[in-house]
């Protein structure tokens, strides 16, 4: 037998008999670009010290890899479906490695910024061909028990990321984070070549390049906008932005509903079902990727905790997503979609609103608590969203499908780093000028000004303690002074995180009541429609006719394709 598989699942009536390690292929490659997100939050720190990275480049680090990978994903999923979906998946890896070997090898702030850039853009290959991939390659009976799995292992990459980073800080350098990519970006690719099948879209209807235009410039300078909006301030740029995203996206919507072929056919999004569960998934990965981000820096700046170490706690959010995806993937046979995806959000938002008594005396155990609440709630909830929202399109679409669930996770991810870490950072200052308002005071003259400017670097618990420490502990004469202005700044934070948290699990809360209203009372397993609706749906949608549209309907669906 070649060792490349070369014949389409399309052209084959039975399930690919070698489905189940070809989704351990897909789940890799997915785990490798939902790392690449969460992994930073604690090498940044180790980045910032070695590049001497100023306020501005910090962000650019971040929003290098973000802004392409959330602006990208639908056009690449599209284009994913017409030129090959192995072919996108393979072509992503190998960019997403020859990325990720660039930022070990950088010795400057260009050179990491343009790394992640790389690895943005490919990972808005990669994300997108995975879930088609999976539906193309798995029947309906076992699609629901594999998102499930897909589901997980997403859920699963934004705590293991932390903790890997963590690993590799402790005994090697920042640009270790980027080399350990190379050798499992490897693994994936020839064991994609040896495991996954070729599937692809047949099209006569021309590519909507103008209409991927319009959905880049949207998403993207949207993503960019509310992330610098509240990052540096609402000026004349970030508000010309914002402004420039909602015309695209009146110009996005308005092509699609007049050309034949569109990238996204956008009356999907009026389905209660396919926009209930795209919300469903942006608010989910909204409080997740937050509370990843400020608990990741409390159990640094509050106890201490050095990067493995925190990164071992933040694992019990990890576990619990894998125990609520296999959970979920067993109740969606016998359980409503619609109850799985509403309890799920509100067990995240009861894990969230456990944040809001955080205080300097709290413990590690009601963080437990939180992520494991706010995990389970995540596994509960995600497949069926994800099944449900890849089940209202037809089979030709799978591409701008994947698309819409994997932007929906990163645009939600996105937003709430930007929108929830204002609130936080602003907090924290507030009540950090507060509490040390009469203690500043009392420092000697020579040292007020370095304290000052310590103090001032609000957004950096960390490092606004550490300042204090390096400039008052030492002395004596001021080391109780020390000892006040460092609980200032671990109350402070603290409460900052209880505010953020409120306004967080208040959102969940109120998120679940509105997809409750949304979605259908019959969305069972995670799809409302029946196996006629889909066979329909597969033959009169866009891209009518192609390969897998032309079989035979029994073959179509025993094929999952």
């Given at each position: 037998?070649?060792?490349?598989?070369?014949?389409?699942?399309?052209?084959?009536?039975?399930?690919?008999?070698?489905?189940?390690?070809?989704?351990?292929?897909?789940?890799?490659?997915?785990?490798?670009?939902?790392?690449?997100?969460?992994?930073?939050?604690?090498?940044?720190?180790?980045?910032?010290?070695?590049?001497?990275?100023?306020?501005?480049?910090?962000?650019?680090?971040?929003?290098?890899?973000?802004?392409?990978?959330?602006?990208?994903?639908?056009?690449?999923?599209?284009?994913?479906?017409?030129?090959?979906?192995?072919?996108?998946?393979?072509?992503?890896?190998?960019?997403?490695?020859?990325?990720?070997?660039?930022?070990?090898?950088?010795?400057?702030?260009?050179?990491?910024?343009?790394?992640?850039?790389?690895?943005?853009?490919?990972?808005?290959?990669?994300?997108?061909?995975?879930?088609?991939?999976?539906?193309?390659?798995?029947?309906?009976?076992e699609r629901g028990k594999a998102i499930s799995?897909?589901?997980?292992?997403?859920?699963?990459?934004?705590?293991?990321?932390?903790?890997?980073?963590?690993?590799?800080?402790?005994?090697?350098?920042?640009?270790?984070?980027?080399?350990?990519?190379?050798?499992?970006?490897?693994?994936?690719?020839?064991?994609?070549?040896?495991?996954?099948?070729?599937?692809?879209?047949?099209?006569?209807?021309?590519?909507?390049?103008?209409?991927?235009?319009?959905?880049?410039?949207?998403?993207?300078?949207?993503?960019?906008?509310?992330?610098?909006?509240?990052?540096?301030?609402?000026?004349?740029?970030?508000?010309?932005?914002?402004?420039?995203?909602?015309?695209?996206?009146?110009?996005?919507?308005?092509?699609?509903?007049?050309?034949?072929?569109?990238?996204?056919?956008?009356?999907?999004?009026?389905?209660?079902?396919?926009?209930?569960?795209?919300?469903?998934?942006?608010?989910?990965?909204?409080?997740?990727?937050?509370?990843?981000?400020?608990?990741?820096?409390?159990?640094?700046?509050?106890?201490?905790?050095?990067?493995?170490?925190?990164?071992?706690?933040?694992?019990?959010?990890?576990?619990?997503?894998?125990?609520?995806?296999?959970?979920?993937?067993?109740?969606?046979?016998?359980?409503?979609?619609?109850?799985?995806?509403?309890?799920?959000?509100?067990?995240?938002?009861?894990?969230?609103?456990?944040?809001?008594?955080?205080?300097?005396?709290?413990?590690?155990?009601?963080?437990?608590?939180?992520?494991?609440?706010?995990?389970?709630?995540?596994?509960?909830?995600?497949?069926?969203?994800?099944?449900?929202?890849?089940?209202?399109?037809?089979?030709?679409?799978?591409?701008?499908?994947?698309?819409?669930?994997?932007?929906?996770?990163?645009?939600?991810?996105?937003?709430?780093?930007?929108?929830?870490?204002?609130?936080?950072?602003?907090?924290?200052?507030?009540?950090?000028?507060?509490?040390?308002?009469?203690?500043?005071?009392?420092?000697?003259?020579?040292?007020?000004?370095?304290?000052?400017?310590?103090?001032?670097?609000?957004?950096?618990?960390?490092?606004?303690?550490?300042?204090?420490?390096?400039?008052?502990?030492?002395?004596?004469?001021?080391?109780?002074?020390?000892?006040?202005?460092?609980?200032?700044?671990t109350s402070s934070y603290a409460e900052a995180?209880?505010?953020?948290?409120?306004?967080?699990?208040?959102?969940?809360?109120?998120?679940?009541?509105?997809?409750?209203?949304?979605?259908?009372?019959?969305?069972?397993?995670?799809h409302h429609h029946t196996d006629g609706e889909?066979?329909?749906?597969?033959?009169?949608?866009?891209?009518?006719?192609?390969?897998?549209?032309?079989?035979?309907?029994?073959?179509?669906?025993?094929?999952?394709?």
């Open positions: 037998m070649a060792f490349i598989v070369k014949n389409p699942v399309e052209a084959d009536a039975r399930p690919y008999p070698r489905r189940w390690p070809a989704l351990g292929v897909l789940c890799l490659s997915l785990l490798l670009v939902v790392m690449a997100n969460t992994s930073l939050i604690v090498a940044l720190p180790d980045m910032t010290a070695d590049l001497e990275l100023r306020s501005h480049e910090m962000q650019w680090l971040v929003d290098g890899y973000t802004v392409p990978y959330a602006a990208l994903m639908l056009l690449f999923g599209v284009l994913g479906d017409r030129v090959g979906r192995r072919r996108a998946l393979i072509a992503g890896l190998v960019v997403y490695g020859a990325g990720s070997l660039l930022g070990s090898l950088a010795d400057s702030t260009e050179a990491v910024i343009a790394a992640r850039f790389a690895m943005g853009v490919s990972a808005a290959v990669i994300m997108p061909a995975t879930l088609s991939l999976l539906v193309a390659i798995f029947p309906r009976a799995i897909w589901a997980a292992t997403s859920g699963l990459a934004i705590a293991l990321g932390p903790l890997v980073s963590g690993a590799l800080l402790a005994n090697a350098g920042w640009s270790s984070t980027f080399l350990v990519n190379v050798p499992f970006v490897a693994v994936a690719i020839v064991a994609a070549l040896a495991l996954i099948p070729p599937s692809r879209v047949e099209s006569r209807q021309p590519l909507d390049y103008l209409g991927g235009i319009y959905s880049i410039v949207a998403i993207g300078t949207m993503v960019y906008a509310v992330i610098d909006g509240f990052h540096a301030g609402w000026g004349a740029l970030q508000l010309s932005l914002l402004a420039l995203a909602a015309l695209t996206s009146l110009l996005f919507v308005r092509r699609q509903l007049r050309h034949p072929a569109p990238l996204l056919d956008v009356r999907k999004l009026a389905d209660r079902a396919v926009g209930g569960s795209s919300l469903a998934v942006m608010l989910l990965f909204l409080s997740a990727f937050a509370v990843i981000y400020y608990v990741a820096q409390y159990l640094q700046a509050i106890f201490g905790y050095g990067p493995l170490e925190t990164g071992i706690r933040l694992l019990p959010l990890a576990v619990a997503v894998t125990i609520g995806s296999l959970l979920s993937g067993i109740l969606m046979r016998w359980v409503s979609g619609r109850w799985l995806i509403v309890t799920g959000m509100l067990l995240g938002a009861g894990g969230v609103l456990i944040l809001t008594q955080a205080d300097a005396s709290s413990t590690y155990v009601s963080y437990l608590v939180a992520l494991s609440l706010l995990g389970l709630g995540m596994g509960l909830s995600e497949p069926p969203a994800t099944d449900t929202i890849m089940g209202g399109f037809s089979e030709s679409e799978l591409g701008a499908a994947g698309g819409l669930n994997d932007t929906a996770i990163e645009l939600g991810g996105s937003l709430g780093i930007a929108f929830l870490g204002s609130i936080l950072a602003t907090t924290y200052d507030e009540r950090l000028a507060d509490k040390t308002a009469g203690q500043t005071a009392a420092v000697p003259e020579a040292l007020r000004g370095q304290v000052d400017g310590a103090l001032d670097r609000a957004a950096d618990p960390v490092g606004a303690g550490a300042g204090v420490a390096e400039h008052l502990a030492s002395d004596p004469s001021t080391a109780t002074l020390a000892d006040a202005l460092m609980h200032s700044v995180v209880a505010t953020t948290s409120w306004v967080a699990g208040l959102m969940l809360v109120v998120g679940a009541i509105a997809v409750a209203l949304i979605l259908p009372r019959n969305l069972r397993g995670g889909e066979r329909s749906a597969g033959a009169d949608g866009p891209g009518g006719g192609d390969g897998a549209d032309s079989q035979h309907p029994k073959q179509r669906v025993r094929a999952g394709v």
